[in-house]
């Protein structure tokens, strides 16, 4: 029988951290938002102190640092390349993955020694990454992320599996309906209104009532409790839409500024859009002032839509660029910016235009493609285009940032 194992990361944030500085292991860090603004993520002893997810940092920063802690600013280059380490891993151990997001996966499997199975890779991640990880394997997702949950709370080894429904039973008495994947905080006081207050009230509730009263995403929910897989997702399926986004350390008021950063951001954005074998048929470019500040709040965007799919930059920066022009007001102080692409289809569904050349086309696919090859070999932004401008950081606030370890030859780390 097929069953699922969750591969969930422990503390993602903090163990890249941890792992490339020892000396943050046994005390209590957190990692810092946009701007070392607010609390993104916290070790066991950050937890342990009472440090809640989301507060905002100046609000703790003397307690903190009175009870040893270290604060780190987000190292996007770091997670991401330590994600990527850890998926590449998964996919040498199962023929099929889903990843769910940077930290989670999800592994499709009839092995009949999953529990060893999932021990094993779990060794082989931590061993060659130095990153801790949960897994939790069950006949469903939803009993999967339940086991996983549970197993982050194990003192070792942290696997556990759900064989059925039963084996579930004295798991699903002790969850709030709240905390069960799938189910919203908006239905949760309807729920509680019949008297269904945990997983296991949840999966003994009448199907054919969950259906009429809440739809049938609940009704599924409560197949995935009993055991019924029926929330299969594509492991090739492309994301909806790609966002890039941020906000700023200080207001930004000139246009040639703001059209650098977003054409920072197009060029990431075009980059995940091409790891993910998709092309991307417009871009929406936002922008918006302080509204804490500025009495004059202004927030607005534009969509331009290209004249056929594309993962080429330059298109992209040329219609953020458009879009950039009408949305922009002088005299402003934009706080906050940012781009998406839309209309995103696999490579291998994009259709041309009937007035499109199939020759460019394929010419700038094999551009693009040699263009990612060399800022991978040679490093990030090797290659990089005029509207970008190099080594353009300074929009956002990272005074806490540890090295890019992985990605950036200066931040190798050095061994006396």
């Known amino acids: 029988m097929r069953r699922f194992l969750l591969f969930d990361c422990d503390n ?3 163990s890249c951290e941890r792992a490339f500085n020892p000396s943050l292991k046994k005390c209590p860090v957190v990692v810092l938002s946009n701007n070392d603004g607010c609390v993104v993520a ?44 850890v998926m590449a891993l998964l996919r040498n151990a199962f023929d099929e993955i889903e990843i769910y997001s940077i930290d989670e996966a999800f592994a499709h499997s009839e092995s009949k020694n999953l529990f060893e199975k999932g021990l094993s890779v779990r060794n082989t991640i931590l061993r060659q990454t130095g990153i801790s990880v949960s897994v939790g394997i069950a006949p469903s997702k939803t009993l999967c992320k339940i086991a996983g949950e549970t197993a982050k709370k ?36 309807k729920l509680n209104y019949l008297g269904i207050f945990t997983a296991a009230e949840l999966a003994a509730m009448p199907r054919s009532l969950a259906r009429s009263k809440f739809g049938i995403n609940l009704e599924k929910t409560i197949l995935e409790l009993n055991g019924f897989p029926c929330l299969e ?50 871009i929406a470019t936002m922008v918006e002032t302080n509204r804490f500040k500025d009495a004059r709040f202004y927030q607005n965007s534009c969509l331009i839509s290209l004249p056929e799919n594309s993962t080429n930059t330059a298109r992209f920066i040329k219609a953020m660029n458009q879009g950039l022009e009408r949305i922009f007001r002088a005299g402003l102080g ?15 569904e994009s259709q041309n235009s ?11 696919q094999r551009l693009m493609t040699a263009f990612d090859e060399i800022n991978k070999k040679l490093g990030s932004k090797t290659l990089y285009f005029g509207a970008q401008a190099a080594g353009i950081n300074h929009y956002i606030r ?12 200066n931040d190798l780390l050095k061994i006396s």
């Open 12 to 14: 993602f944030f903090v």
């Open 42 to 85: 916290r070790s066991n002893e950050a937890k342990a102190e009472g440090i809640a997810m989301c507060t905002p940092f100046f609000k703790i920063a003397d307690k903190f640092k009175a009870m040893g802690g270290v604060a780190l600013s987000s190292n996007y280059e770091l997670y991401a390349d330590m994600s990527n380490r």
């Open 154 to 189: 194990l003192p070792s080894d942290k696997v556990l599996e759900i064989k059925n429904a039963t084996d579930a039973l004295p798991l699903l008495q002790k969850i709030d309906i709240n905390d069960i994947w799938g189910v919203g905080r908006s239905i949760t006081p």
């Open 233 to 282: 997702g594509d492991s090739h399926s492309c994301q909806q839409s790609l966002i890039c986004s941020r906000s700023f350390e200080h207001e930004i008021y000139q246009f040639s500024e703001l059209k650098t950063i977003l054409s920072e951001f197009t060029d990431k954005a075009c980059q995940r859009l091409r790891a993910q074998q998709a092309t991307a048929s417009g």
């Open 334 to 348: 934009y706080k906050r910016a940012g781009i998406t692409l839309v209309g995103i289809t696999p490579l291998s």
């Open 354 to 364: 009937l007035f499109s050349n199939a020759q460019t086309s394929e010419k700038e």
């Open 398 to 409: 990272r005074a806490r940032k540890s090295c890019a370890y992985t990605t950036n030859w």
